[in-house]
């Protein structure tokens, strides 16, 4: 069992950048793929990043390549997204995932542990 918490989320203009950070308790963070989704009002969650264990892999989704860099500090059991040339359409509220399976993935089904959730607001 994983229990993960989201933190640094707030309001920016466009054009900003903040830093998510999502610190993990219990056994075996080093072990998954963690992953950042988001959701806007009145929309799916979808995904934005995920990280395999040891940090060789990543993947993003297409709409925030180029600006958003995921990392993880295993020692810390933390995972980060550095989100910069933030938009307005990337304004959501932004989940912490961690997947047992090994094989980094990009579905929301794939995930087997969630955090509440951070919400980043970027004005126009």
């Known amino acids: 069992q994983v229990q993960l918490v989201e933190s640094g989320g707030g309001l920016v203009q466009a054009g900003g950048s903040l830093r998510l950070s999502c610190a993990a308790s219990g056994r075996g963070f080093s072990s998954y793929v963690m992953g950042w989704f988001r959701q806007a009002p009145g929309k799916e969650r979808e995904f934005v990043a995920a990280?395999?264990?040891?940090?060789?892999?990543?993947a993003y989704a297409d709409s925030v390549k180029g600006r958003f860099n995921i990392s993880r500090d295993n020692a810390k059991n933390t995972v980060y997204l550095q989100m910069n040339s933030l938009k307005p359409e990337d304004t959501a509220a932004y989940y912490c995932?961690?997947?047992?399976?090994?094989?980094?993935?990009?579905?929301?089904?794939?995930?087997?542990?969630w955090g509440q959730g951070t919400q980043v607001t970027v004005s126009s």
């Open positions: 995932a961690a997947d047992r399976s090994g094989g980094v993935r990009t579905t929301t089904p794939a995930y087997d542990y």
């Open positions: 990280i395999s264990w040891g940090g060789y892999n990543t």
